[in-house]
């Protein structure tokens, strides 16, 4: 395949053309002495603004690792509190097996100790009650005779728990 023989004469024409043109040199533009620039505000801005997101993204870092923190000192707190939860209520059983009015006369029966006649369950009273207070309404009126003899309720109380134990 040989070229188009319009198109070998002007690629001759293009090469004779370069080859008898004198070489010019590109046109230099003069040097010049430039004055000192003021320092640019907007690298100064570029940079703080790249060191505020780089700030703020640590914080974010480190208040992350603080809640991850957070999360497992409430995991191993909930799973103690857990494993305390159920000693406390198998000591509330414990306690309860021990109260038990039936547990204690065999517990005295093993002591040799008299039975009881009879056995009286009394109600639970909290024990943030002060002592002179009734922890339930008093429904009965003091009788006539124990008013009038001016005992005090104490006294009453006493001799009513001595005779109940007779």
């Not at 198109?7 to 010049?32: C, D, E, F």
């Not at 191993?76 to 857990?82: E, F």
Request: proline content about 10%.
């Amino acid at each position: 395949m040989t070229p188009a023989p319009a198109a070998a004469q002007r690629a001759a024409s293009v090469r004779a053309t370069r080859a008898t043109s004198p070489r010019v040199p590109a046109k230099r533009p003069s040097l010049r002495v430039l004055d000192a620039r003021p320092p640019r505000r907007g690298r100064l801005l570029r940079v703080l603004s790249v060191s505020l997101v780089a700030g703020s993204l640590l914080a974010v870092v480190v208040a992350h690792s603080m809640l991850a923190q957070g999360q497992v000192r409430l995991t191993s707190t909930q799973a103690q509190m857990t494993t305390e939860q159920a000693v406390h209520r198998q000591l509330l059983a414990a306690v309860a097996a021990a109260e038990d009015p039936a547990q204690i006369i065999a517990e005295a029966k093993k002591l040799n100790l008299v039975p009881p006649s009879y056995v009286k369950q009394l109600p639970a009273v909290p024990l943030n009650t002060p002592i002179g207070q009734s922890t339930t309404p008093s429904t009965t009126t003091p009788s006539p005779t124990t008013a009038a003899s001016g005992a005090s309720s104490s006294t009453v109380a006493a001799a009513q728990s001595a005779a109940a134990g007779r």
